[in-house]
Nanobody, 123 residues
Framework: QVQLVESGGGLVQAGDSLRLSCAAS????????MGWFRQAPGKEREFVAA????????YYTDSVKARFTISRDNAENRVYLQMNNLKPEDTAVYYC????????????????WGQGTQVTVSS
């Protein structure tokens, strides 16, 4: 069983930055790909970014590619999402997720999810 706990969300203004963190339990963290998803009110949960177990391969949705960076620290069992130049449309609950093996953009490929952290960007 893997447990995920997100932190780092908050209320910011457009153009500001935030760094989300996700702490994972388990002894084989590097065997698991990690992903960040987000869900805005009234919308489906959507893919944001993912990273392979080694950290060498990353994936992004087009709308965040030039602004967000996903990274991981396998020694600390943590994954991060650095979000720069935030926009009001980035407002959502952000979820950390994990799956054994390769990274994926597909929500249903992920087996374990955190509880989410709220990010609100005011204009």
């Amino acid at each position: 069983q893997v447990q995920l706990v997100e932190s780092g969300g908050g209320l910011v203004q457009a153009g500001d930055s935030l760094r989300l963190s996700c702490a994972a339990s388990g002894r084989t963290f590097s065997s698991y790909a990690m992903g960040w998803f987000r869900q805005a009110p009234g919308k489906e949960r959507e893919f944001v970014a993912a990273i392979s177990g080694s950290g060498r391969t990353t994936y992004y949705t087009d709308s965040v590619k030039a602004r967000f960076t996903i990274s991981r620290d396998n020694a600390e069992n943590r994954v991060y999402l650095q979000m720069n130049n935030l926009k009001p449309e980035d407002t959502a609950v952000y979820y950390c997720a994990t799956r054994y093996g390769f990274g994926s953009r597909v929500r249903d490929d992920y087996n374990y999810w955190g509880q989410g952290t709220q990010v609100t960007v005011s204009s």
